[in-house]
Structure formats: structure tokens, C-alpha cells
């Protein structure tokens, strides 16, 4: 019963948030809904502050969107750590286990009937349980879907808050694109791709190549038909995404690793899945015992012979 209500309460929350981080709806004239529940709980309110940033400080709409993008992503930072600490601490675990999954997902390409594989699924199973580690590495999703519709009413605010599509800053237009502003947002999040793979294995990099290219493809194709107020927003955003990964990566890791060889050297994984054991007959013995039960079998089948024929013979 405990576990349904873990499942319907995770459930749940993950239900509300993806509800939240979906896009603002719009109007038919392109505008947005301003009726929807994350424009009038979270567009509306950084609108505000990013208007009073503009016009009571005198700041002007390119350095609001710059401060309101700072502050908020600096809020949203220590979750954003936490999170790849967990990752990290769960992947480190995961190569002291590899071993035991290496054998059992070894015995599960070997399995010759379902009721095998069900087992040696099991037992890979129980290496994660037994050891106190998640079978996806840590990585919930539960603080991405709480930062998704924040990120969303950063973009809209920095879009349609009113005011901005005539401004300018440093000589940008902030209402057209720009295309200085487009390639300084794409080296910043090519930038935080590398970083992410200070200290990775070799193995790991290989499947993070494509993630390196996409993300910054990605922005840089948005970026090219949104206005640069938008693209400011993206590359205040990429800037402090080099500084988590500059944090986690190159700070946090090492020390992270350290912590888990310590706590794996005093306690060592449990042991769940065991390698098959090893023939370690000599060839000489194993031939001498095959020739014997040949001939076993030759002297056993004429001793038969012998005892048929006397019978007929009565």
C-alpha cells in the first residue's frame, strides 16, 4: 500500500509539471493566452519585475533581461547542482558494479528460454537493489519537469513583456535578430559541452559527441528567427550553464569520486551475480577420463553381447 501511494503521489507531481512547463498557448494573432495558468502565475510576475528593473532603475530592457535572467537562474542553481551531484555520485557506484551487470547482462544474451531470461533479468535487478543504486544513474526527472515552466516564462517574458520589441542594447535592436548575439549564444553552450566531459571515461564520451553538436545547433536555429531579446535570455543562460558544469565537473567530481573509492573500499559492493565457474581440468586428465569411459562403454557393451548369445545358447 506504501508503495502505491509513493507511486500515485510521484505520479501526480510529475503530472502537474509537465502541465506546467507546456508552452504558453497563443491566440490566434500570435499573441499569449494571457488566461493561462504559467503566463498569469509566472510571465506576468517576471514581466512586472523586469519592467520595474527598466524603467525605475533606468536600466534599460537589455540589462533587465540580463539581471532577471541571472537572478533567477542563480536561484534555480543549487537544485540544478544537487541534481548532478546525485548523477554523479550514482555513476560513480555503477563502475564498481559493472562487473556483476557485465555477467548478468552476459547471461541474459545467453538465455535460451523466457523463464532463464526472467531470471538473469532478476538477478541484474538485484545488483542495483542490493547496492543501493538507481538503475537510470540518478538522473530523476522531477528537478528538470520544477525548472521547465520556469524557463518557459523566462523565454515569454523576454518575448512579449511589452516595451522591449522597441528597445536596444549596445546598438542591438532587442525587436530583430542578431546574428552577433546567435553565434556568441552557440559557442557558449558548444563551451558547456566540453566542459561536461572533463573527466569522463572514454566510453561515456563517445555517446555524448552528438549531444556536444545538437544542443548548440539547436539554439543557434532558434535563435536565427527570435528576436535578441530572446537570444540574450539563451546566452546569459549558456554562460551560467558553463559555470554549473565548471562547478560539478571540474570542482564537485573529483572530490566525489574520492568520497565513493572510500566508501566502496570500507564497504564493498554486495556480491549478486557470481561468474561461472571455470573447467580447470587438465587436457591430459580430461582426454585419460574420455578414453576411459570409451572403453567402459566398449567392454560394458561386449560384456552384454556375451550374455545375449548364452542366453540363446539355453
Known sequence: MTKLKNWLLASGLIGI???????????????????????????????????????????????????VTIIVRIILLPLGIHQSKQTMVQSEKMQFLKPQIDQAQ?????????????????EMQAVYKENNVSMFGGMGCLPLLIQMPIFSALYYTARFTPGIQNASFMGINLGEPSIVLVVIAGLFYLVQGFISQIGV???????????????????????????????LYWVVGGLISCLQTFITNVIMKPRIKAQVQAEMKKNPPKTVVTPPRKD??????KTNVADYTKKNKNRNAGKQGRNAGKQKHK
Open 17 to 67: 509539471m509537465i502541465t506546467l512547463s507546456g508552452c504558453v498557448s497563443m491566440d490566434k494573432n500570435g499573441n499569449p493566452d494571457k488566461s493561462g495558468i504559467v503566463y498569469r502565475i509566472l510571465v506576468e510576475p517576471l514581466g512586472g519585475f523586469l519592467q520595474y528593473l527598466a524603467k525605475d532603475f533606468n536600466w534599460g530592457y537589455g540589462l533587465a533581461i540580463i539581471m
Open 106 to 122: 552476459a547471461k541474459v544474451k545467453a538465455a535460451t528460454s523466457p523463464e532463464e531470461q526472467m531470471q538473469a533479468q532478476q
Open 201 to 231: 571515461p572514454e566510453e561515456q564520451k563517445k555517446t555524448m559527441r552528438s549531444m556536444l553538436i545538437v544542443s548548440p545547433l539547436m539554439i543557434v536555429f532558434m535563435s536565427m528567427s527570435a528576436p535578441a531579446g530572446v537570444t
Open 280 to 285: 580447470v581440468t587438465p587436457k591430459e586428465m
